[in-house]
């Protein structure tokens, strides 16, 4: 991926309708002197590929008189953008300026005067004073991804000198009075069309944010952008949706985001704020999904399940057991300092396992669990673990009458630390993508759990 794709990050825009994030980002002024080294690093290149059009015609010159002349075949040996600046426009966009940038060609020239003499050589020439302005316009397409458009490019070639190597003093006069204009002007026609072309090649980045994310086969997660950016002399401020879907089925949920603001951190490149709304639609979705259920017979836990609780092992001796553990509600997911809390609405329904294989219903339990979360970041995937706090249970149903639900405390324990906790962290471990650009890399990435939303500080590498 080409290096001005972070030059494209700090562009990012939004569609016009608001509401409030589930995520933010903020680049920093160490994100933006990151983008303006790379970005103009790759605009050196396009300026590389200026083509300069051979030159011919006619003029008088002192003191030769009528001279034919013609200088082809001229290359760029050498092009430098020595101060450049990449400047914030608060509430407008970026504002791009070159300054006392050169250009050095060699070309060849050939002449042809007093009918019969003809001459020719090559020559040196050095274009200094070179100044590129450009206001870059911030957009948004209609996938909710941004899109830049240069508005107002403006190019200046200074001065020119040059070095003839062979001939006679009088080809500068011929240089001074004829070409020099002729040669600025037809590098200066080409240095705008090539910043557009340098800001298509950007926009061109920005279709890979991943505006919707795949997460796994159910779910999918929305990073399009729902307010426009906010832009100050320091920092941009970016709004992103953050929000699960079932894939295919883009059902929104009972609550909405709650406002919230990052903290004035300046260390990292870039800082990212995850909601406790964002992960509450995780769990709206994947209930909605109905793979928030998991069925455990004696070859996943550690003892039998029919001898861990003297009550089942007395009522059905020598049967197998089975349990059916489902949500009846989505989880509860929030975040306070340094704590992240899962509370979980369950039931157990217990089977009996008969002597040819169907299943005969023994009671059901209702379960109300606590689990904490650790997190963590894995490439460019935020990912998890949790251990379990806390559950209380009570009887729902029973079919074989009434018992001491206590006594299956035992069995509850041994299912939930044995099974579905680890089931859940192999999930929990794989993670979900955070809103990336092309092949974008986290690095010296450190993670802090605050008030309401998670909070990402890292640095940030294009490959």
Not at 45 to 57: F, N, R, S, V
Not at 169 to 197: E, G, H
Request: glycine fraction near 6%; include cysteine.
């Amino acid at each position: 991926m080409s290096p001005c794709c972070w030059l494209a990050l700090l562009a990012l825009v939004s569609p016009t309708l608001a509401t409030n994030p589930g995520v933010k980002l903020k680049l920093t002024e160490k994100a933006i002197e990151y983008g303006k080294q790379i970005g103009i690093a790759t605009l050196q290149q396009k300026l590389k590929t200026i083509q300069i059009p051979d030159i011919a015609g006619t003029e008088k010159v002192s003191p030769i008189g009528k001279v034919k002349y013609s200088l082809t075949e001229m290359k760029i040996v050498n092009l430098g953008l020595p101060k450049s600046d990449l400047t914030l426009v608060p509430g407008t966009g970026i504002s791009l300026s070159i300054t006392n940038a050169f250009i050095n060609l060699h070309g060849n020239w050939r002449v042809r005067y007093l009918h019969v003499i003809k001459d020719s050589g090559s020559f040196d020439l050095a274009v200094s004073g070179l100044t590129v302005t450009d206001s870059l316009s911030i957009l948004s397409d209609e996938t909710g991804r941004p899109t830049v458009r240069g508005v107002n490019c403006e190019a200046i070639v200074g001065s020119a000198s040059v070095k003839f190597h062979g001939g006679a003093s009088w080809l500068y006069n011929l240089f001074s009075s004829f070409i020099d204009k002729a040669l600025r002007s037809a590098m200066q026609k080409q240095i705008c069309p090539l910043v557009a072309d340098a800001i298509n090649d950007m926009n061109q980045h920005l279709k890979t944010l991943n505006v919707l994310a795949k997460v796994d086969n159910h779910a999918e997660i929305e990073y399009s952008m729902v307010t426009p950016p906010s832009i100050s002399k320091s920092s941009i401020d970016l709004n992103l949706k953050g929000e699960f879907y079932n894939i295919g089925k883009h059902q929104e949920p009972p609550f909405s985001p709650t406002p919230f603001s990052l903290p004035p951190q300046i260390n990292n490149m870039l800082y990212i704020g995850v909601s406790a709304f964002t992960a509450n639609t995780a769990g709206f979705v994947y209930n909605n999904a109905g793979v928030l259920g998991l069925r455990i017979t004696d070859d996943m836990v550690r003892v039998p399940l029919a001898t861990s609780s003297q009550f089942i092992s007395k009522r059905f001796p020598g049967l197998m057991v089975e349990l059916l553990v489902q949500t009846v509600k989505e989880p509860t997911i929030s975040f306070q300092p340094n704590n992240v809390t899962v509370q979980a609405s369950c039931t157990m329904t217990a089977y009996a396992v008969q002597t040819n294989s169907t299943l005969t219903p023994l009671f059901i339990l209702n379960m109300e669990g606590s689990v904490s979360a650790r997190l963590f970041v894995a490439g460019v995937m935020l990912a998890g673990a949790i251990t379990l706090n806390k559950f209380e249970i009570t009887l729902g149903t029973s079919y074989v009458g009434p018992f001491q639900v206590q006594s299956l405390d035992n069995i509850f324990r041994i299912v939930l630390k044995d099974v579905v906790i680890p089931q859940i962290n192999v999930r929990l471990e794989k993670g979900f993508p955070l809103p990336t650009i092309g092949k974008m890399e986290l690095i010296n990435t450190e993670l802090q759990v605050l008030k309401g939303y998670m909070l990402i500080g890292t640095d940030v590498k294009f490959t």
